[in-house]
């Protein structure tokens, strides 16, 4: 039995509540998720959980376990994250999630030229919408827009963008130009749905709009804008290209744009990875503040 990897499987199984997630989050299979915290109570001699049909539970000696366990485990990576702090070649694997379309166009070249330079590196890096617990799926950072629950986590900021209303010159010659947003009732609207609905921001309100399409994702909704099926209010960093084309021609210029911080977010250590620390270091100098695909068009 490997002790450390034992006592690493207990605490995940114990942190979860559950053999299956803690497989996942560990990347091993279930079986021997359990077999190593059945050798690590064969090596105590004691009892560390109950488990019944439906959940798990500590016994006493499992909660007291499972205290000093995390202390050593939380020493270990300190230790770990100190050295490859004052590491001039760093290794190892970095994991990172981010949301789609941003990620493909912002995210996702900077990691490519990360992992030229750090050629010791792994980086698993998956993008997608929805808000991913970085705890429970082993993720290291998280590039995040908008607003952010209360957590755990800690939040750096890199940079931001606006939300802009923007139409093809098709659409707008045919159905004419909003000039105030209560003219937005008679247009065709194009809305990004989310958990919590397509309702249109403005300055910390919510405003229902109507419209023949709505999608969870941007590039659905730009691509829907510049064939002239309605207005779409989208983040500058999907339309830069579209507007600097001609495609789109943003709309109610003088109402002042929502703007979203973008943030990394990682788990709380007190030494922060150096791998971590020196990708958001390169987000933050790529990006910029105000950001490269504002500044392009001059915001």
């Not at 998720?33 to 539970?57: A, K, N, P, Y």
């Not at 703007?259 to 990682?266: A, E, N, S, V």
């Not at 933050?284 to 001059?298: K, N, Q, V």
Request: charged share 25%.
């Amino acid at each position: 039995m490997n002790l450390l990897d034992a006592m690493t499987a207990f605490v995940r199984v114990a942190e979860l509540g559950s053999y299956t997630r803690a497989a996942k989050a560990l990347d091993l299979s279930r079986t021997r998720i359990s077999r190593q915290v059945i050798e690590l109570e064969e090596h105590l001699g004691v009892r560390l959980l109950q488990r019944t049909t439906r959940r798990l539970h500590l016994t006493e000696a499992g909660e007291r376990y499972l205290a000093r366990a995390q202390g050593i485990l939380q020493s270990l990576e300190e230790a770990e994250a100190e050295v490859d702090s004052g590491a001039t070649e760093m290794r190892g694997r970095l994991r990172l999630n981010g949301p789609m379309s941003f990620g493909t166009r912002y995210l996702a070249p900077l990691v490519a030229r990360f992992m030229v330079e750090h050629p010791a590196l792994e980086v698993r890096l998956d993008l997608n919408d929805r808000r991913v617990d970085l705890l429970e799926e082993g993720y290291d950072l998280a590039i995040r827009i908008g607003s952010l629950p209360d957590s755990s986590l800690v939040a750096r900021r890199l940079t931001r963008c606006r939300l802009l209303l923007c139409a093809s010159p098709g659409y707008l010659a045919e159905h004419g130009t909003p000039h105030r947003l209560a003219d937005l009732a008679r247009h065709r609207c194009l809305r990004y749905r989310t958990g919590g609905g397509g309702d249109w921001q403005f300055d910390g309100r919510g405003l229902a709009v109507r419209g023949p399409l709505e999608s969870n994702n941007g590039d659905v909704l730009t691509h829907a804008a510049e064939a002239g099926l309605g207005i779409a209010q989208q983040p500058s960093f999907l339309v830069t290209e579209s507007i600097a084309s001609g495609r789109l021609v943003p709309v109610l210029t003088e109402q002042a744009p929502v703007t979203l911080d973008i943030h990394g977010l990682y788990p709380a250590r007190r030494h922060l990875p150096a791998k971590v620390e020196r990708f958001l270091v390169r987000l933050a100098e790529a990006w910029g503040d105000p950001p490269c695909w504002e500044r392009e068009m001059g915001l």
